[in-house]
């Protein structure tokens, strides 16, 4: 069997004493304790040393308990301030009043009448002042003190070692001490003396040392790789922040003021109200009567106060409407990925924040089938093979469609909405052209690449399953697993 010099040197100083704790061992071999714990782990695979962690707890004076160590406990040195009687007021003055007090009434030293404070005893010593007097023993009423954040429990970690009848037996053959040489020098390569060294011998069958590369977390690879996608089919980025008012929200988008979704159970809103773009009563007509188009709007009276109010965005298309709203003028061809904010009971596969992807393309001659085109080729380079286009309805666009990918295991799965945008939502901006617009909730799309059941693995820091996940090399569509 062959040992590390460090293990044999272990089985010398453990052989006299058969037990041995990895303080005293440490001593012995003028080495850390840490070291020989390491060392005897080592010997222990092997059969040769039995290794027991023991656990104990060990208690201590907080900051807090120190203030008070050698006075007492507030309510002692508080109750030890006045005779018999008191006026509340006057021990009100007292520095520990505001804990002590209340301390006193819980056990029963003290009664309040009248604005007055009497003592009903002599205040016999509890478990807790006889604990806080020796922490250290754990003793009956350290439990309360802690609670009271006046002394902290920590944990001391200890480690006997023993030597087994396989230790001993190899001890009793006897052990070359010989200093081992685990690395050949250049020199000692030259001249050859590395023939008369004691070279440490190793197993090409034993597995290396785990190597765990840095890594960017799965989601936000996922992320990137999308922006890459879409900035490589000639898309511009889009950025905007994540407080809106409702104008830009939902009125710019021809949602009516008494829908449904902008009430407090699906939109967070805020205490601040922002002023109305310049232009906003071309909107407010569309809403009220339909404006110069041929549509009737919602009716009703239309509200200011209303659009001024603000909100955490409940979509990305806000930020693509304001961006329209900027460039009317054809071509357009932008995106954005950013988080929006619902109030969504959090479960498995809801979260009340979570990313959207946006995407609209405003040009000449630019019908339906480019869209279905567009969505075609993005999730293609996403990944998925199978692809197809069912109807649907959305507020601001006509038509509509939903886009849907084949997943093996799962059928047919449903990856967000499309259309063109409504003439009431381009109209009131000076917008002559077709809008072809999309959105897609990119944490379904990663739930699904990632083989996820729960969304809010994707927003967990596990150390663990990030070292699981493979790196994702979107230019050869291979995936292959960290280095080690």
Request: proline share 6%; glycine share 10%.
């Amino acid at each position: 069997m062959e040992l590390t010099l460090n293990e044999k040197k272990l089985l010398i100083a453990l052989a006299p004493v058969e037990s041995a704790d990895a303080g005293a061992l440490a001593e012995r071999m003028d080495t850390r304790e840490e070291a020989v714990v390491q060392y005897a782990h080592l010997a222990a695979d092997r059969g040769l040393v039995e290794v027991r962690r023991v656990v104990k707890p060990q208690y201590g004076l907080t900051e807090e308990g120190m203030a008070y160590a050698g006075k007492g406990l507030p309510e002692r040195q508080l109750f030890e301030s006045f005779d018999d009687r008191i006026a509340m007021q006057e021990l009100q003055r007292h520095p520990l009043a505001k804990i002590g007090i209340g301390w006193m009434r819980k056990k029963g030293w003290i009664a309040i009448r009248d604005g007055i404070v009497e003592k009903t005893g002599d205040a016999p010593v509890g478990p807790d002042e006889r604990a806080f007097q020796d922490p250290g023993q754990g003793s009956e009423g350290v439990r309360d003190l802690i609670k009271r954040g006046l002394v902290r429990e920590d944990e001391v970690i200890s480690h006997t070692i023993s030597i087994t009848p396989a230790g001993k037996a190899l001890y009793s053959r006897g052990l070359d001490l010989r200093e081992e040489v685990g690395t050949l020098t250049r020199d000692q390569i030259i001249t050859g003396a590395w023939k008369d060294l004691f070279l440490r011998r190793y197993s090409v069958e034993t597995p290396p040392r785990k190597i765990h590369a840095g890594k960017i977390h799965p989601y936000r690879r996922l992320l990137d790789e999308m922006r890459r996608v879409l900035l490589d089919m000639g898309f511009t980025e889009l950025y905007g922040g994540i407080v809106q008012s409702s104008f830009w929200n939902f009125d710019a988008l021809f949602q009516p003021q008494d829908h449904p979704a902008r009430e407090m159970q699906d939109t967070f809103f805020l205490d601040e109200c922002w002023p109305m773009p310049a232009g906003f009563e071309r909107i407010r007509d569309m809403h009220e009567h339909g404006g110069e188009t041929s549509s009737t709007g919602w009716g009703g009276v239309w509200s200011t106060a209303k659009a001024e109010q603000c909100v955490l965005r409940t979509h990305t298309t806000c930020l693509t409407i304001r961006h329209l709203a900027e460039h009317p003028k054809p071509p357009v061809k932008a995106f954005c990925i950013g988080r929006v904010y619902r109030r969504e009971a959090i479960d498995p596969t809801h979260l009340p924040e979570f990313e959207q992807l946006e995407g609209i393309v405003m040009d000449e001659g630019v019908s339906f089938r480019h869209l279905l085109g567009y969505l075609k080729e993005f999730y293609a380079r996403m990944g998925f093979e199978k692809i197809r286009f069912r109807p649907g309805y959305f507020p601001y666009t006509e038509p509509s469609v939903e886009p849907e990918v084949w997943v093996d295991g799962l059928g047919w799965v449903e990856l967000g909405g499309a259309g063109i945008f409504r003439e009431e939502v381009t109209a009131p901006f000076g917008i002559e052209h077709p809008v072809l617009a999309w959105g897609l909730g990119v944490s379904r799309v990663a739930m699904l690449k990632m083989g996820l059941k729960d969304l809010r693995m994707l927003y967990r820091s596990d150390i663990e399953w990030i070292r699981r996940t493979p790196v994702y090399h979107p230019e050869t569509r291979q995936s292959t697993d960290e280095a080690g």
